[in-house]
């Protein structure tokens, strides 16, 4: 099926190639393969600075295949989904998108996704973690049929300030008016192609699902129509810094699903990662709204901050404290980064009460490793504004060309 | 829209009766809502075939607490009885059968004559024990009230008033099997066959099945709470006892509506609001008590919309696979079993002639096929009391064990191959009977389901085991007789302490919301 299969015998391959692999794997320069959801996906192409920088300046492509994707469809599909998730579907109207979490009984967040509406009993529902168990479980009494389509749907992410201009280059006309969450239908060749106005960079970007065969001729066009504006495939690790820019969480980074924590309290519900505008309170019932109330009313324990460190160097797996003396401990960081866009050093930091919303100072230990000799710093950290960085051209339509 | 009750008690069984009649009496105003043309559920008396009649599901009245009995007033309300203090005979013996009567067994060699005496002596110390946890309302691990950190506390002195020797047995054989306790303890294969199969009646195993100890330990302590009265025979059948507890309920101010049979259990802010009946009608309640089973009352009267996903899960693994099936004959003459007495054949004769005969007859049912040679538990109620069946006709009522819910692809001929296999099993025992066999009639689990709505045809609602038991009955989350839905309870055998015409569970429902909870 693709160029690694043919090299290895099975039993050397235990990971999967996505159908992108054919053309991908001959701008991986570093050999960095990291699995994720049963695929090798690769780390970093090249190098993550420029990866990074074709982000933000120019288009960055990147494989999302290994997205897990299930397909809700039945007369009871809108009913099913607004169990499930903590949004109101029936807000979300056909060829939209929602970002979404949903959560057990006990108001704890199980995973964090993407609804894509294809028509009235119609969903694509994306994922970070395979649960059709939880799926199915969820879906009794319910006429739905759910069934998990991963290796169904090729799926790239264009993102960047000219990844309009390439689309509408590769011939989607009228990609431009596509509005942020937003859905359209185009064609290449006889295939079908789905452009979303989504990602996770926090810029202009799309996201282009296609049946795996038309995976190649889409990277060909694609590379095409992007050599003269600075298109280039990216790694996990330039994504990483981008989604921390945008303020996005990743599972298993900032939270922990309910589905695999073993430890007490280390579950998280959605007002604790801050997303209280996911949770739909008036809709009526889903999935841990009794406790998600409870919540509301009793407060959270924790929540995760958006946080500016003085200095420049990144404050990773780093614990955050009350004041430079006393060493109490209020927090830990969970993402850390240098932002090179925003040239401020920032960073994902879960605080607890009641220090979240009283302290507006913060100390943080930072330690460095540097030519095999740890240093430790204490730096001063503040609150700020939640996405680090939103550039007008995220939102913009029509989408500019650059 | 009519009145606004403070309940409204969806099915008229007789934890609803007993809930609605306690709730009463503390001034609450209670409509019970009974789906079919006469409250009672699983607890009545019908006709079968012209002339004859008998109680279709319960057929005695053996565990319902004398307390209970008097608190509710039921003879005040018209309960007579026609015998009490039935004897139970074991048929099959080599040497006849073994009667067990007024504490004592016959029958039987003087060797497990004493063993007996010794074994009930300390079931009923253990009982007193289980009793204690029968009744009251199970404790929450977190036992986050004083008040239930004090009945932890009491349920701990009681156990520990055992002495440490019976304290270590009864941990001994508390989770044990039937057949291993009383292969320890007696010789008689009758004997042991007699009391295993009070351990599994109703039960979704046999003797050798773990747990069978405990549901015989809930079975005794339910027969000691009876009284004086033991296992008897309500004059003019079950139904008659719900009948009381329906006069009992109405001199309490109860309003009770047969012929009503609820569709949905509405809910308005997140709260049980009432009910909206099949005919179309809406009764607004400040709460709703439903004496339906949980895979009904969560998944079919609620619907999951308003329910967590865990939540269904668990009512959805909540068990309830019925095993006993009934069977009723009309008999033209008086049967006669070999070496049964008048006075026997008033009560209960069991055919369980061994450890071994169970275990066989249980066998073919975990392959969804009937037993060739079942075990029954038969009454002939006509005796105690003529009128249930035309003059000089009499009427039989048998519970056949084990008869699976999932009859297979041949549902018809196996029910056909199980009338005929009780019918030879009961002419081995009462010769000529079947001659005289005038009517008949099979209710499979399937059919138990049908007629009385209970999930799975099941006696209890959902099995008796440990894992369905106390704190996990039916499940986490509504073992405490309060659900997830603020204003909607549970008060049927699916609650704890479970089935058989006891009560508790509506009692407990009662106390619990009489306590306050939400």
Known sequence: MNANSNLRPLYRRPLLTTPFFERSQYFVETDTYVPWAGYSTPDVFSSVEQEYFAIRNSAAVFDLTPMVKYRITGADAERYLNRLITRDVGKLRVNRVAYTVWCNEAGHVIDDGTVFRFGKDEFHLCTAERQLDWFLDSAIGYEVDIREVTEDIAALALQGPTSCAILKAIGLAGVENLKMFEMGHFRIGELPLMVSRTGFTGDLGYELWIAPEGAVPLWDLLMEAGRTRGIRPIGYQALDMARIEAGFILPNVDFISAAQTVRLNRETTPFELGLDWLVALDKGHFNGRRAIVEEKARGSRRRLMAIEIAGKKPAHGSLLYDDEKNWRQVGEIKSALWSPTCKRNIALAMIDAPHFSTLKEFWVDIYLHRELMWERRMERAWPVERPFFAPDRRKATPAPDR | ?518
């Open chain 2, 1 to 518: 829209m009519s009145r606004r009750y403070d309940h409204v008690v969806v099915g008229g069984g007789h934890n609803g009766l007993v809930c609605a009649i306690t709730l009463a009496r503390k001034g609450r105003s209670v409509l019970v809502l009974e789906a079919a043309d006469a409250v009672g559920g699983a607890c009545v008396t019908r006709e079968f075939a012209p002339g004859f009649r008998v109680s279709p599901a319960a057929h005695l009245l053996d565990v319902m607490p004398a307390d209970l009995l008097d608190e509710l007033g039921l003879e005040r309300h018209g309960l007579r009885f026609a015998a009490r203090a039935l004897p139970t005979c074991a048929l099959g013996g080599a040497g006849g059968p073994v009667v067990f009567a007024a504490g004592t067994v016959r029958g039987v060699g003087e060797a497990d004559v004493r063993a007996y005496a010794q074994f009930t002596g300390q079931m009923a110390r253990f009982c007193a024990v289980v009793r204690h946890l029968v009744d009251m309302v199970p404790l929450r691990l977190s036992l986050a009230t004083w008040s239930e950190r004090l009945a932890a506390l009491r349920v701990a002195w009681k156990f520990r008033a055992l002495g440490k020797r019976e304290m270590r047995e009864l941990l001994r054989i508390g989770g044990m099997n039937a057949y291993d306790l009383l292969t320890e303890n007696f010789d008689s294969d009758v004997l042991k066959g007699a009391i295993a199969f009070d351990a599994t009646l109703g039960a979704e195993y046999a003797a050798r099945s773990p747990g069978t100890v405990m549901t015989l330990l809930l079975r005794l302590a339910g027969r000691l709470r009876s009284g004086a009265l033991g296992m008897a025979q309500p004059a003019g059948g079950m139904g008659a006892v719900t009948q009381a507890m329906a006069a009992s309920a109405r001199a309490a101010g109860v309003e009770i509506r047969t012929g009503a049979r609820v569709k949905r259990i509405r809910v308005e802010d997140d709260r049980a609001a009432g009910v909206l009946l099949e005919s179309g009608e809406v009764i607004a309640a400040a709460s709703v008590i439903s004496n339906a089973d949980p895979r009904t009352t969560f998944l079919r009267l609620l619907g999951p919309e308003f329910l967590d996903t865990d939540f269904v899960r668990r009512i959805d693994h909540f068990r309830a696979r019925g095993l006993v099936a009934k069977v009723h004959l009309a008999l033209e003459r008086l049967p006669a079993f070999t070496g049964v007495d008048a006075a026997a054949l008033g009560g209960r004769l069991l055919v369980a002639p061994s450890l071994d005969y169970l275990e066989l007859a249980f066998n073919p049912s975990k392959y969804r096929q009937v037993p060739a040679e079942p075990a029954l538990e038969i009454t002939v109620p006509s005796v105690n009391e003529p009128g249930l069946a035309p003059a000089g006709k009499h009427v039989m009522s048998i519970n056949v064990m084990f008869v699976p819910y999932d009859l297979g692809a041949d549902a018809a001929g196996a029910r056909r191959q199980l009338l005929d296999n009780v019918l030879a099993t009961l002419e081995r025992h009462a010769p000529g009977l079947t001659a005289c066999v005038s009517a008949s009639e099979l209710l499979t689990p399937s059919d138990l389901e049908r007629e009385f709505g209970m999930s799975g045809g099941h006696w209890h609602h959902g099995a008796l085991t440990f894992d369905q038991f106390f704190f996990t009955r039916p499940v986490p989350g509504a073992a405490q007789y309060a659900t997830p839905i603020p204003g909607l309870f549970l008060c049927g055998a699916g609650s704890h302490p479970g089935g058989g015409v006891m009560g508790l569970a509506g009692r407990n429902a009662a106390r619990t919301i009489l306590s306050g909870a939400r």
